[in-house]
């Protein structure tokens, strides 16, 4: 009998143990997370879903290291991209002016962002307001650009709070040809989602619940 070694993924972000709590006034204390565990493995597309003020944006922003939590660990292997519920933006810069400050951050060169940028403008369709301010976009294109600047680095991990929540139903079909790209090239992304239709575009779903997964 012969026996075919099977490649081990090693995961991409790794979390667990992940407790939270806030604190409303001097008594009282809110236990959000008691002990959620979460794994993302190279090219899985992940859905987190759970009842609203289950701990969902609570516990990405543990993820992606934008809040401490009281116990637990993560670690992440790699870039990461992350595209939080409400688009975070200058609103005095152009669309383009955006991916040339994000560029320089993610320390890309000039011809690698500028790339990146032709590409996103494209799979999400938004080029045409590449010299438009942020303040005078709308909500929906805010979100493009900011889906587009976590993704212009590529990233290992991509992170997204309910990310088509603005989206036209063009637009939506658009992020799921991208998500599906990522997952060929190995990518991993973890979303956000309060749509049962959704359900089988996702490899798998993690339940939030009672503070665990
Ligand atoms: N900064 C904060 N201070 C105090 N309480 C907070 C804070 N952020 C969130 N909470 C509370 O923690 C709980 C979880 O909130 P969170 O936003 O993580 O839930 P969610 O599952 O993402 O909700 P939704 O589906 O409505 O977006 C809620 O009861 C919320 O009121």
Redesign the pocket.
Known sequence: MTTTAQPVRTAVLEASGIEKS???GLRHR?N?LRGADITLLPGEVVGLV????????????ILVGALRPDAGTVSIAGRLGYCP?EPVYYERLTCDEHFELFGRAYRMSQEAERRSRRELYAALGFERYASTRADQLSGGTLAKLNLGLALLADPEVLLL??PYAGFDWDTYLRFWDLVARRREQGRSVLI?S?FVADEERFDRIVH?RDGRT
């Open positions: 806030y604190r409303h809110q959000v759970g009842e609203n003020g289950s701990g969902k944006s609570t516990l990405m922003k519920q709070d309910e956000i309060h939030l």
